[in-house]
């Protein structure tokens, strides 16, 4: 499955144009009395691989967590694939989505997280198998198929029939990416991957990134500490600070001749 | 004739065996339909516990509360002899096995809702980033791993409840207890009898807990 760029072929919008597929608009999160996204405004194209980085608390991960609509926006409205993410149009007004139409965008969108998060009573095949299986209705020989490749892809053929816990920490996440993988989202969400892992077990599970980063064309937005991994596979550098993206532009731009203050203090704090 | 204080009589423990086994026998049917009302309802109260409305929420909570804090003779009093006034009658097994069920259901409950608590909120998360159905995220992925944890702390109302069943004699129900008073009120020897009863409990209690702290050792990693 090296080298396959067919993750995408059963998209329901196939085209990678370069269009955009994420919107936010005047998005404000707040937890309690602390504003973590404050009127955030910022869109995605099809296609491209999107680093976050920023300080902590700056609401990167929030902005995830958003996306995969497992937290609401107190204000503003976000659009997937040309679709309201929390909201859907009723009579031309605009009200917050019932569950099955969140249900429905959602099956857009993976996620991988920091803490991996497989299930421990699932074997790892039927980890990646189940959601293929129980939500798109695939037959379990082919999501078992898929299942495989992608356990190929990520290096880990041998362990379809072992248990999350048999596994180290690196090879767990990289199980997370392939059950993320067999739902042939639009986007793929990446909540810091590697920070819980032994810095010996980070760079397996970057390789597994890097290679789907270029020989796939599923949008990414990711999280990260690993400036030479984001370096390596964004098209584009979104800088965080307070809720607020202060500096965007390509990877190249931003390590080297960051225009703002704030992301060449962040910068060399973490280079 | 032996007045029953004198000296143990073995004679009189082979002659109350024959009820003894059949008294074992009701105890042990009580306590395995008890056991499964309990598990069951158990886990139908812990899953009302978290409905998203609270007009399921609330009266579930005030009814097993009600039923947890009232003593169950007292209830199986009550559902013996109260409710056939209302045309509510079943026999003294069927309404203890009931009674026993329905109030270590309110036990076990908590039980479970311990056990879905503790599984970690990134298996919610991750059931949901994969877009699992209310149902696939309960039955796949939460069910599994919170009743794996419990099943220790199930089994030791397993117990509990066993040694509750004399409580059934109370409403006439022919289990281990009543059967010794009823040999013993022929005989007059109640020391044989209840000896042998007690001893039975020892025998069924005091394994079962040793297996499931065994159980508890595989299963709570």
């Known amino acids: ?29 707040r937890f309690g009395s602390n504003t973590v996204l404050d009127e955030l405004d910022f869109s995605v194209s099809s296609g491209k691989h999107v680093t976050l980085i920023g300080p902590s608390g ?22 997937v694939g040309g679709e309201y993410l929390t909201h859907e149009q009723k009579n031309g007004k605009l009200v917050p989505a019932g569950e099955k139409h969140v249900r429905e965008v959602r099956k857009n969108i993976g996620m991988v ?51 999350p816990t048999q596994l180290s920490g690196g090879q767990q996440q990289r199980v997370a990416i392939a059950r993320a993988l067999a739902m042939r989202p639009q986007v793929l969400l990446l909540d810091e991957v590697t920070s819980a892992l032994d810095p010996e077990l980070v760079a397996g599970v970057l390789d597994v990134l890097r290679d789907i980063a270029h020989t796939t064309d599923i949008t990414m937005l990711c999280v990260t500490h690993e400036m030479n991994f984001a370096r390596d596979i964004s098209d584009q550098v979104l800088m965080f600070d307070a809720g607020r993206v202060i500096e965007s532009g390509s990877a190249e731009k931003i390590f080297t001749e960051p225009e703002h203050e704030r992301t060449r203090e962040f910068l060399s704090a973490v280079l | 004739m032996n007045n029953g204080t004198d000296k143990w009589d073995w004679g009189a423990v082979s002659d109350f065996m024959p009820h003894f086994w059949d008294g074992l026998l009701i105890t042990l049917q009580v306590l395995a339909l008890g056991s499964l009302i309990s598990f069951g ?33 007292v209830q199986l009093f009550f559902l013996y002899f109260v409710l056939p006034e209302w ?22 409950a908590q039980v479970y809702r311990a056990g879905i608590e503790a599984v970690p909120v990134g298996q919610w998360e991750a059931a949901k980033a994969l877009s699992l159905s209310y149902t696939r995220t309960w039955t796949a992925v939460i069910l599994p791993q919170a009743i794996r944890r419990v099943i220790p702390a199930l089994g030791n109302y397993v117990i509990a409840m066993l040694k509750d069943t004399p409580l059934l004699a109370s409403i006439g129900v022919l289990e281990l207890l009543q059967r010794s008073r009823l040999e013993a009120a022929q005989t007059f020897q109640y020391t044989e009898a209840l000896t042998v009863v007690g001893v039975a409990f020892i025998l069924i209690a005091y394994p079962s807990s040793l297996l499931l702290r065994a159980l508890e050792r595989r299963l709570v990693r």
């Open chain 1, 1 to 29: 499955m090296s080298a396959d760029t067919n993750l995408t072929k059963d998209q329901p919008n196939p085209a990678v144009d370069g269009s955009e597929l994420i919107r936010f608009d005047k998005v404000v999160k």
């Open chain 1, 58 to 79: 700056s609401g990167k991960t929030t902005i995830l967590r958003l996306l995969m609509t497992l937290i609401k926006p107190d204000e503003g409205t976000i659009k």
């Open chain 2, 87 to 108: 045309d509510i009658q079943y026999s003294a097994m069927t309404t203890g096995t009931i009674a026993i069920g329905l109030h270590y259901s309110t036990y076990t």
């Open chain 1, 113 to 163: 997280f920091q803490q991996f998060n497989l299930f421990p009573n699932m074997k790892v095949l039927r980890n990646i198998t189940e959601a293929p299986v129980t939500v798109l209705g695939l037959s379990k020989d082919e999501a078992e198929q898929r299942a495989r490749e992608l356990l190929d892809l990520v290096g880990l053929g041998d362990r379809c029939d072992s248990y």
């Open chain 2, 41 to 73: 309802l158990g886990l139908v109260w812990a899953l009302a516990f978290r409905a998203p409305t609270r007009f399921i929420r609330w009266p579930v909570g005030i009814v097993t509360e009600f039923i947890r804090n009232t003593p169950l003779l």
